[in-house]
């Protein structure tokens, strides 16, 4: 059995890449709409850093979880630019926008059908995986 090359440091980097634009996508871009969708309530900056002190078992389980994603990302990389020929950029893009199809956007719409979110919810959540798939690919791809 051949050993998949792995480049560890664009798998951490990945996962950095996705705490990056995590901060971006649901802070600066879109955190007050996603946060009013969600029913979370900052009237205070009271309640805006008891909050953040809650959420940081979620950032360390989200760092984690993007180093796993980043780690499969990296081996569909390998097996899909040894099946297609593609390589570089094209190759991240392609790796990141199928994944995303093939599995992000299919399991993350039931929260428009089961849980009655707003479509316009879904489409930020769905859009930040897209995006964050996309730079993790082409990341791993050009440092494969």
Known sequence: ???VPINYLA???SA???MVVGFLWYGHLFGKMWADMMGYKFDTPEAKREMQKKAMPGYIGSFIGALVMAYVLAHALVFA???TGTYGIAAGLMVGFWNWVGFV???TVGIVFWE???WKLWF???SYWLVLLLVMGVILAVWQ
């Open 124 to 126: 930020i959540n769905a």
């Open 1 to 3: 059995m051949q050993e």
């Open 11 to 13: 798998v951490f980097v």
């Open 81 to 83: 630019s040894t099946y």
């Open 105 to 107: 956007a299919p399991v």
């Open 16 to 18: 950095v890449a996705a």
């Open 116 to 118: 009655k979110k707003p």
